[in-house]
T-cell receptor
Framework: TQLLEQSPQFLSIQEGENLTVYCNSS?????LQWYRQEPGEGPVLLVTVVTGGEVKKLKRLTFQFGDARKDSSLHITAAQPGDTGLYLCAGLTGANSKLTFGKGITLSVRP | DADVTQTPRNRITKTGKRIMLECSQTKGHDRMYWYRQDPGLGLQLIYY???????NKGEISDGYSVSRQAQAKFSLSLESAIPNQTALYFC??????????????FGEGSRLTVL
């Protein structure tokens, strides 16, 4: 069974602060995705990382895929209330091309 | 209009009743999925289908069944609902041509409460 551990599970910060959250596994993934889910909606893809060591930036969000393709981090600079939501990472393996989801990180950014 | 549409959005039912959740998509994707989301447990895969005649069990298929009536439609049934099936259910789609990245497109969810 491939498990993705996300940490921390909950995070509450003040607007303007920086934060880093993590997605770790003992398994190797061919790619890894980060989704954000807002209340009452389905998850929406933020980014896919494919290459070990890859860094992708999406405005104030920076995503990194570990060199061994087993882990990933998400760094948010100067967090805003609009960043509030549930952040899910999901790893893709070659077998059947199915995604394995982590349990998610609930982020609350206070004005 | 949403590309992936789920009906109903909310449903309250009683133990033992049969429930069907429906999903339709206009994205033209061949792959469709049903997930269940519970607080603190993330998304768990119930069933998935890569084509109209293809049905596969996911991690938690017991107590559920599915039907892929057409490429655009994938329905989830609970033959005899029980309270621990109370959850938020999501339908999702993906494109085989995108299988190396496997992006999922989710519906807005169906909240089911079993009393």
């Amino acid at each position: 069974t491939q498990l993705l551990e996300q940490s921390p599970q909950f995070l509450s910060i003040q607007e303007g602060e920086n934060l880093t959250v993590y997605c770790n596994s003992s398994s190797v993934f061919s790619s890894l995705q980060w989704y954000r889910q807002e209340p009452g909606e389905g998850p929406v893809l933020l980014v896919t990382v494919v290459t070990g060591g890859e860094v992708k930036k999406l405005k104030r969000l920076t995503f990194q895929f570990g060199d061994a393709r087993k882990d990933s981090s998400l760094h948010i600079t100067a967090a805003q209330p609009g960043d509030t939501g549930l952040y899910l990472c999901a790893g893709l393996t070659g077998a059947n091309s199915k995604l394995t989801f982590g349990k998610g990180i609930t982020l609350s950014v206070r004005p | 209009d949403a590309d992936v549409t789920q009906t109903p959005r909310n449903r309250i039912t009683k133990t033992g009743k049969r429930i069907m959740l429906e999903c339709s998509q206009t994205k033209g994707h061949d792959r469709m999925y049903w997930y269940r989301q519970d607080p603190g447990l993330g998304l768990q895969l119930i069933y998935y289908s890569f084509d109209v005649k293809d049905i596969n069990k996911g991690e938690i298929s017991d107590g559920y069944s599915v039907s892929r009536q057409a490429q655009a439609k994938f329905s989830l049934s609970l033959e005899s609902a029980i309270p621990n099936q109370t959850a938020l259910y999501f339908c999702a789609t993906s494109d085989t041509r995108d299988r190396n990245t496997g992006e999922l497109f989710f519906g807005e969810g169906s909240r089911l409460t079993v009393l």
